[in-house]
């Protein structure tokens, strides 16, 4: 079940009055989920725009249709709306969204993915790069492959000691070290160019 604020309620209810369409709903689905990028997409529909198997949910004056391949993720939500001085912040809280942390049992390839995908690569999204894992040595060490932005930085070392490595052995204790396979002299868009001469 999806619970909904009273002031979401409102918020949603003035938004489709003032769309001034008959039959006009919300439709809610889940995207990217069951990874760590899960997110929600929210967007008017209208009788026709729909398959039929959503989840129907009546919100006192308006209907709130979930997708049917969203429901696992999206059951157990919250929908909030927070006024503020600029209107408001829509807020949806779904526990299952992104599913969950692979547990200690999960194989050490599952917890490294998990932990690049989660926290290191939303982080390097900031300078347009990203990393993928290549391979885990007997040994503990990761061998990563930085691509994007990072492909080619000249603080790629700083990225690579500083911070991949520091959250990866502090995530996983199995992990030993890390080391980078990229060739980052074929890199085309570096964030920070690499000093020549």
């Given amino acids: 079940m999806i619970e909904m604020s009273p002031s979401a309620r409102e918020h949603f209810a003035r938004l489709i009055e003032q769309q001034g369409i008959e039959q006009l709903g919300i439709r809610l689905r889940a995207v990217a989920a069951g990874t760590p990028k899960g997110d929600c997409q929210l967007e008017f529909c209208e009788p026709a725009d729909l398959a039929g198997d959503e989840w129907e949910i009546d919100c006192d004056g308006f209907l709130l249709f979930v997708e049917s391949a969203s429901v696992p993720f999206l059951d157990g939500a919250t929908i ?41 690569n939303p982080q390097l999204a900031s300078h347009g790069g990203r990393v993928s894992l290549r391979e885990i040595g007997a040994d503990g060490i990761v061998v990563l492959q930085f691509g994007g932005g990072c492909h080619g930085c000249g603080m790629v070392d700083v990225t690579l000691r500083n911070g991949i490595e520091r959250t990866l052995c502090e995530r996983i204790p199995e992990i030993t070290g890390v080391r980078d396979a990229t060739d980052h002299g ?12």
């Fill in 80 to 120: 909030d709306f927070a006024r503020d001085a600029t209107g408001g912040q829509l807020s949806i809280r779904a526990p299952n969204l992104r599913g969950t942390p692979p547990d200690a049992a999960a194989s050490l390839v599952e917890r490294v993915r998990y932990v690049i995908e989660s926290e290191v």
């Fill in 186 to 197: 074929s890199g085309e868009r570096p964030y920070y160019a690499r000093k020549t001469g």
